[in-house]
Every structure is written in C-alpha cells, then in structure tokens.
C-alpha cells in the first residue's frame, strides 16, 4: 500500500511541477513523469490489481465522455468520414512502422503493432497484454506518442494561428 501511496504522490507533485511551468498538457505529463519515475525506482515495480486498473479506465472513460456537448451532435456525421480516413491512414503507418521495427530485431511484431497503432495508451497496453505481447513496451510507445504530441501539437496550432 505504501508504494500506491508514494506513486500517487509522485503523480501529484508532477503534475503540480508540469502546471507551474506551463507544459502544455502539463497536468497529465507531468503526472506520468512523476508516477512513471517513482514506479522505476522499485526493484519489482508497482501493479494494479485489475480491478482497480478497470476503476480507473471507468473515471477515464467517464471524464472524457463529459467533455461531449450539443456540437458534437451536429459536428460528429459531419468529420466521421476524415475521421475513419484519417484512422486507416494511422493504421497503414502503424502496420508499416511494426513491420520494419519487427524486422530490424527491435520487438515483435504484434508488441510493435499494438506500440505504434493509433488508440489510448492503457487500452492498448491492455490489448496487449489479452493478446500476449508485452503490455509495458506497448505503453511506452505510446507515452512517447502522447508526450511528443502534447509537446508539438499546440506549438503547431499556435504557430498556424499566428500565420493565417
């Protein structure tokens, strides 16, 4: 219990750190780092049980579904087809990406493909694991995705704003 403890507060101090200096998408990413860091320094790591796992992607799932308001009603049909376009285009990378990672010796091919698709971190970890491939690899792929993009995404938008 005392390892839950000191990740959860290694979270929270992240995220405090990451807010204070204004890293986009700090709140999460500093979380992560936190948390992520504190998980390495124990010899053996620190597991949920998967229940609690499950909780979690229950407040998550839930967190984002509030998010949805009244324009997603008109808004949704109308970018569903570069949506799904958009989602098999990921998906033909990811195959490629996985292919040549699988070639080069670096992981197999499924760990690979589940590391580089597009699709929520702990989902996919998860989908892993079912499958038989390794669930922490597959997480790390897509922390780098997700900090890259937390990163860079907003850069861009700010860089495309200040242009147009």
Known sequence: MEK???????GILGAMVSERFNVPGGAVIGAMLGSGAMTLAFPDGVYLAPRVATAAQIILGTLLGMTFDRTFLSMGPKVLPIAIASTLILLVVAVCMA??????GLVDFGTALFGFSPGGMSGMAILAKTEGHNPPLVAFLHMVRVFTLFLVVPLLVRVYLHFK
């Open 4 to 10: 839950y403890l000191l990740v959860i507060v290694a």
């Open 99 to 104: 292919f040549i990672a699988s070639r080069l």
